[in-house]
């Protein structure tokens, strides 16, 4: 079965300091690879996402993520985080069902800022 | 910008008792989906919907779920008779046909708390 992992249940950064969160899948063929983010208390915001060409995408709020097949991870980045980026961040790979896709999720990553 | 709105945004109910999530998916999209997501945990898939029958579901979606699209706009979960651990976030998503981008819009969610 497909999974996701996410290695770090918690970090915490300095404002202004560079970011990147930890995603590994296993999954066989190439992987349809998202990130969300979920503020407490509310939904989950797509960040960014990645099917193919490029491996480097680009997202909101400026975030990237890099697709490494070779090690079968999918990080996310950010060059200086703001304290607004506070929040619980989630990787995922779609489950390519028969008929309709199924997203996996990894445990998440909850990230805090230190003023 | 189109949104998946979900209703209500916070229910509560007591054990034994039905409830009915409701969900608006984005207008042009054909394929459904429920999620869950316990205090805490990660987001677990529950169910796809496609063409008026379920085209997949978890281990989790037992017989005390159902879903349906009772109209040409409402999708929704129903849990027939709660159970305490039936407390969690439920986040519905909808997506397009299938094209290449698979990208599934997931509403707020409905925070249920069975007590």
């Known amino acids: 079965a497909q999974s996701v992992t996410q290695p770090d249940i918690h970090i915490t950064v300095s404002e202004g300091a560079s970011l990147e969160l930890r995603c590994n899948y296993s999954y066989g063929a190439t992987p349809y690879l998202f990130w969300y983010v979920q503020s407490p208390g509310q939904g989950l915001q797509l960040l960014l996402k990645?099917?193919?060409?490029?491996?480097l995408v680009q997202g909101i709020k400026g975030f990237e993520a890099e697709f490494k097949r070779s090690q079968s991870s999918f990080n996310l980045r950010k060059p200086s985080v703001h304290w607004s980026d506070a929040a619980e961040y989630f990787c995922?790979?779609?489950?390519?069902?028969?008929?309709?896709?199924?997203?996996?999720f990894g445990s998440g990553t909850r990230l805090s800022i230190r003023p | 910008e189109p949104e998946v709105t979900q209703t209500p945004s916070h229910q509560v109910t007591q054990m034994g008792q039905e409830v009915i999530l409701r969900c608006v998916p984005i207008s042009n999209h054909l394929y459904f989906y429920w999620y869950r997501q316990i205090l805490g945990q990660k987001v677990e898939f529950l169910v796809s919907?496609?063409?008026?029958?379920?085209?997949?579901k978890s281990e989790i979606f037992d017989d005390q779920f159902s879903v349906e699209r009772p109209d040409g706009s409402n999708f929704t979960l129903k849990i027939r008779s709660t159970k305490l651990e039936d407390s969690a976030m439920y986040f519905c998503a909808s997506s397009e046909a299938r094209t290449s981008t698979r990208e599934q819009y997931f509403g707020p969610g409905t925070r249920l708390t069975v007590t």
């Open positions: 995922a790979v779609d489950e390519l069902g028969s008929s309709a896709s199924k997203i996996i």
């Open positions: 990645y099917f193919s060409g490029d491996t």
């Open positions: 919907f496609y063409n008026n029958e379920i085209s997949e």
